[in-house]
């Protein structure tokens, strides 16, 4: 096998592979091999047809499968040969002469860039403080979370804060519409749930209390099939409940699992300075890596580029729920996207490809034990058998990534505790 290399540009390599005959040959063979057991054509019993009929029949597929399988069994090899390690799939391109059998395989690769300074990085930060307020705003979280829900007593109906449920009917044009009821619906009065027009009809009615109101609904609504229509609405009020707040004292801290209203705001006020300091550790963490990437030029691979937005805008439209869009609408809406996604992924391959030479020049790379560490965390955090994580990152393909994650965090700490870090005064 004969290789060579030609740079592109900064971010790409032309690698040649040319293939002795008789690799090319046994590799043809095999695959006139196993078609001749395969193949069933008319007038022939299996295993006998000729290799000039199987020759017609299936050239297509045999030139198709002999390209696939010279790229398959020798591009690592190649590459290795090379000493090029593409950032992406290679495309590959095959030589069409005669009597040279090959292909070329066109890399994106990681740029050669002189690195920036990167010990003693000048970070600025703010000092981490908690507040009487935001420990009286956590206390005043947990009142809401232990509330109760009781049933509203007194004759005043519903008002604003109440949780009411309602049944409702909608119909248009005198018929009822199936998809627009519900036979209980609950609801927080005051929270923009509902349009304006229905949750003021709601407020006021008393439990058994039946009204209707007519509703026109705007152009823009979600719903295509009640958009711009006018619908009445039959409503009847089931219920009332209000929302208990427990009173905070020491029973209340015991309830919490703290000896009393002292030891809850302390532990309070810790568990705000945990999250502080987190938060403070990545703000640092984007901070040194801003500097580093706005400090060097570093040129983008464009297929990467397209594949990094492709994910995330992949990602997007499982996440955004575009049933009720129109296809004009889908589009502008990946179009807008589009725009926001392309310098998010551009920073993060910056971000990779500094970090990664950063790491490369110090030498930080995976210990043997760092990926079971890693995996044994993330079990316990989430409460899962060892086996079934570390079964679901092999099964999905994504050990890579993880060990990729946990070289990237060394070099972020690294490069932390390399940092200046000065707290605001």
């Known amino acids: 096998m004969k290789v060579e290399v030609e740079n592109l540009d900064s971010v790409r390599k032309k690698v040649e592979v040319i293939l002795p005959e008789e690799t090319v040959k046994e590799l043809e063979e095999k695959i006139y091999e196993e078609l001749k057991k395969g193949a069933k054509i008319k007038g022939f019993r299996p295993g006998k047809v ?15 499968e002999l390209k696939k399988r010279m790229v398959q069994s020798t591009m690592a090899e190649a590459l290795s040969e090379a000493k090029v390690d593409p950032v992406i799939e290679p495309v590959a391109d095959f030589i069409e002469e005669e009597g040279r059998h090959g292909y070329t395989l ?4 990681a740029p050669e860039i002189e690195l920036p300074t990167y ?11 908690v507040t009487d307020e935001e420990v009286e705003n956590r206390i005043e979280g947990l009142r809401q979370m ?12 519903a008002q604003k804060g109440d949780f009411a449920v309602i049944k409702y009917q909608g119909y248009l044009n005198g018929k009822p519409l199936k998809d627009v009821s519900t036979e209980a619906y609950p609801i927080e009065l005051g929270n923009a749930q509902l349009m304006p027009e229905f949750e003021n009809t709601i407020i006021g009615m008393k439990v058994g209390e039946e009204k209707e109101i007519e509703i026109k609904f705007p152009e823009n609504y979600p719903d295509k099939g ?4 006018t619908i009445l609405f039959n409503v009847l009020l089931k219920e009332i409940k209000e929302k208990r707040l427990p009173e905070v004292n020491d029973e209340f801290a015991k309830d919490l699992s703290f000896e009393n ?17 987190v938060a403070r550790r990545k703000s640092i963490a984007q901070k040194m890596v801003d500097t580093l990437i706005h400090g060097v030029d570093i040129p983008i691979p464009k297929r990467l580029l397209e594949k990094r937005v492709d994910m995330m805008m992949e990602d997007a439209r499982q996440r955004f729920k575009a049933d009720s869009l129109t296809e004009e609408e889908k589009r502008n809406l990946e179009g807008n996207f589009k725009k926001e996604f392309e310098p998010r992924a551009e920073e993060r391959i910056k971000t990779d490809i500094i970090l990664s030479k950063i790491a490369e020049k110090e030498d930080i790379k995976l210990e043997d034990n760092d990926v079971h560490e ?9 409460k899962r058998a060892y086996d079934d994580i570390k079964s679901f990152y092999e ?9 990729h994650t946990i070289v990237e965090e060394k070099t972020i700490n690294f490069l932390r505790d390399n940092a200046i870090i000065k707290e605001k005064p």
């Open 374 to 382: 890693r995996i044994k965390k993330i079990a316990e955090d989430t």
């Open 50 to 64: 000729p290799r000039s009929i199987i020759s017609t029949y299936y050239k297509d597929y045999i030139n198709d």
């Open 106 to 109: 066109e890399c994106e690769i």
């Open 261 to 277: 209203m002292k030891s809850l705001k302390d532990g309070l006020k810790q568990e705000i300075e945990k999250e502080k300091e």
């Open 226 to 229: 009640i958009a711009s229509k």
């Open 119 to 129: 010990k003693g990085l000048e970070i600025e930060v703010e000092a981490i403080k």
């Open 146 to 157: 232990h509330a109760e829900m009781v049933t509203k007593e007194g004759d005043t109906g």
């Open 395 to 403: 099964n999905y393909n994504l050990m890579d990534g993880l060990k």
